[in-house]
C-alpha cells in the first residue's frame, strides 16, 4: 500500500470513530431527555387522575377499570353474581376515638418501602410499588443526570466543533487528492505524448543510423582513400624534394640590390640594366618582383604584361587576373635573369601603380612575319576593383593604330562602338562586363574569344589570342605583345 493510500485510510478510520462517538452521545442524550419528560408526563398524568372526578362525582381508584369511553367498549348488563357473605364477622366493631377541639386532620405517614408514593386518600394505600420506585430512582438521578448533562454539553460542542474541523480537514484532503489526481492524470498525458514524440524520434534515429549513417560512411570511407591517395602522392614529392636538396641548392636568377617603388625610381638609382628587379610602391605592403625594360625610349618601363609563345594560359578566373599569375623572367645564360616570361602583374598591382600620378604605356606588337609596331598612349589609369577596373586612355602616338579611343576601323555603328575600349570595364569568362546584350551568357566576349592561340590558329584565321584589330584586322592573332607603364612627364 503507498504512502498515499495509507494517509487516506487513516483518515477515514477517524472519520468512522467520531461519527460513532456522536452517535453514541446523542442516544445516551435522547435517553436522558426521554426519561425526563415522562417524568414530567407520569406528574402530569397522577395530577389529572386525583383532581378529575368521574362519571358520579366520586375520586377514582387508581387501580381500578378506566372509565367507559364511547366507541370503545361495551358494558354487558344483569349478570349473576353469588351473594356476598354476610355472617360470621371476624372482628367486633373499631371504637370510635373521642374529637379533640374540632376536626382533626390525620398527618400523612411516609411510607419508607412504597417508595414515598401515596393515594390521595388514605383509604386507598399505598399506590404500585414499581411506578413509585422507577419516580424515585429518577428523581434521584435528575440532578446527577442534569449536571452530567450540563457536562457532557460543552464535550458536545467541541466535539462537534471538532468534528466540523475534522470534516474541513478531511474536505481539504479530498480536495487535495481530486487536485492531485488530476495533476496525476495531467502528468500521464503529458508523459503519454512524449512517449509517443520520443518513440517517433527513436524510430527516426534508428533509420538514420541504419540506413544515412552507413552509405555516409562510405562515402567518407571512399573521400578518406582518396585523402591518402593524395598524401601518399606528396609524401613522394616531398621526398624526391628532399633528394633533390641534399645538395646546397644555388640561384639561377639572382635579384639586383638596387630597387625601389618602381623602374623609373631604380633607374635613376643606378639600375640600368632589363632585367628582374624587386619594388615596393607603398611601404604597408611587402615588395614583389617585376621586370624592367632599361633600354626601350630612355628606359623605366615596367612591364605589366607579356606574351611571347602561349607557354602560359592566360584563360583564367577573375581573382587570378586580380592577383596576376606567370613566370615573370628567366636566365637566358648570362647569371641574371634577364629575359622576361610569359605574365600577367596583376589588377590590384596595376590599379595601385597607375593611381600613384599620371602614367603613360607602351604596347608593343608583333606579326608571325616579324614585323612589329607600337601603340602610346601618354595618359593611362585603371581604376580599383569596385568599379571593375575600368580604363582610362588619352593621348595616343605610335603606328598600329588607335584601337583604345578610335576602336577598329573596319566596322560601323554599333559593332565599332564595341570595340573601343576607353571606360571599358575589365571581363573574365566568370565575370561578364562587357556591352554585348548584358544579361544574357551566351553573349560574352571574354567566353567567345579564348586566350590560347598558336601559329596554326593565327594561319588559318581567328580571334582568340592577341588581336589589334586597327593593324592586322579582326581575324589575326598575334605571335607576341607586351605593355609597359612608367610615370608621365612632358620633359622626357
Known sequence: ??????????VCDKTNFIKYTMKILLLVYLCVYVAWAQDLEFDNEEDDD?????????AVDARGHRPLQKGRETFTGNR????????????????????????????KVEQPEAGGCT???EEMGVLCPTGCDLKTTLLKQERNVKRSIDELKPQVNDLSQSSNTVFNYV??????????????????????????????????????????????IRLLQGVLDKI????QKLEKAIQAQRDECKTPCKTKCPIPVVSGKECEDIFRRGGVDSQMYMIQPDAFYPPYKVFCDQASQNGGWLLIQNRLDGSVDFGRRWDEYRRGFGNIAFDSGKGHCATPGEYWLGNDRISQLTKMGPTEVLIEME?????????????????????????????????AGNCFLEGSLELFGENRTMTIHNGMMFSTYDRDNDNWTPGNPTKQCSKEDGGAYTRQMA??????????????????SLKAISMKIRPYFASR
Not at 591518402?228 to 598524401?231: A, P, R, S, T
Not at 581567328?462 to 579582326?474: I, L, Y
Open 367 to 399: 606579326d608571325w612575319t616579324g614585323a612589329k609596331v607600337h601603340a602610346q598612349y601618354n595618359q593611362f589609369t585603371v581604376q580599383s576593383e569596385t568599379s571593375n577596373y575600368v580604363l582610362a586612355v588619352g593621348g595616343y602616338s605610335g603606328n
Open 459 to 476: 594561319k588559318h584565321g581567328t580571334d582568340d589570342g592577341v588581336v589589334w584589330m586597327n593593324w592586322k584586322g579582326s581575324w589575326y
Open 119 to 121: 393515594h390521595a386518600s
Open 1 to 10: 500500500m503507498s504512502g498515499r493510500e495509507k494517509a487516506v485510510w487513516t
Open 171 to 216: 474536505n481539504g484532503i479530498s480536495n487535495s487528492l481530486r487536485e492531485r489526481q488530476r495533476l496525476s492524470n495531467d502528468n500521464s498525458r503529458v508523459v503519454s505524448q512524449y512517449t509517443d514524440r520520443v518513440e517517433e524520434q527513436h524510430t527516426y534515429i534508428k533509420e538514420i543510423v541504419d540506413t544515412v549513417f552507413p552509405s555516409n
Open 80 to 107: 349473576y353474581a353469588p351473594p356476598p357473605v354476610s355472617s360470621g364477622s371476624r372482628y367486633r366493631g373499631r371504637p370510635t376515638p373521642a374529637p379533640v377541639g374540632g376536626r382533626q386532620m390525620q398527618e
Open 228 to 231: 591518402k591517395l593524395k598524401i
Open 50 to 58: 386525583l383532581a378529575t372526578p368521574g362519571s358520579n362525582g366520586t
